[in-house]
C-alpha cells in the first residue's frame, strides 16, 4: 500500500492503493475509476482488463485529457491498436501499466499540472 499526503491545492490525489481499493479524498473506492485532477469518475464499466472495449476509450477521449494513464490490475496488459483508436485520433498520448505504477504516475502527473486522466482496474482484477 502506498500513501501520499494530499494537496487539494493541485487536485484529486491518489492517497493510497491496494487490492481491490484505491483511496481519493478519504474516500475509498473499490471498483474501477476514472480519476482526473478535477473530476472522479466512480463505477467505470470493465472490472478486468479482458472487459475493455473501443467505447471505453470512446469516453475517455470525450474527456480531452493531454494523457490517459491506464492502469491494468495486477499486470501490465497492452490493448490493441483497433481498441485505442479514439485516443489516437484526437492525439491524446496514452500510458500503459499495471494499476499500482499508474496510481504513482497519475499523482505525479498530476502534481505537474498536467491534465491527466487515469482509468484505474482494481489491482487483483
Known amino acids: 500500500m502506498k500513501f ?6 493541485s487536485g484529486h490525489a491518489i492517497q493510497n492503493y491496494g487490492t481491490f481499493e484505491i483511496t ?7 471498483e474501477s475509476l476514472i480519476i482526473m485532477p478535477d473530476r472522479i469518475f466512480p463505477q467505470w464499466r470493465p472490472t478486468c ?3 475493455l472495449k473501443q467505447e471505453d476509450f470512446a469516453h475517455l ?4 485529457p493531454e494523457i490517459v494513464v491506464l492502469g491494468t490490475g ?12 479514439p485516443l489516437l485520433e ?3 498520448g496514452l500510458e500503459v501499466m499495471a494499476t499500482d505504477a ?6 505525479i502527473l498530476m502534481s505537474e499540472g498536467r491534465r491527466v486522466a ?8
Open 4 to 9: 501520499i499526503l494530499d494537496d487539494n491545492n
Open 24 to 30: 481519493i479524498g478519504g474516500k475509498v473506492y473499490r
Open 49 to 51: 482488463f479482458q472487459e
Open 61 to 64: 477521449a470525450s474527456l480531452a
Open 74 to 85: 495486477s499486470k501490465q496488459h497492452f490493448p490493441d491498436q483497433q481498441m485505442i483508436r
Open 90 to 92: 484526437h492525439q491524446i
Open 102 to 107: 499508474a496510481c504513482r504516475t497519475y499523482n
Open 118 to 125: 487515469a482509468a484505474l482496474i482494481m489491482i487483483g482484477a
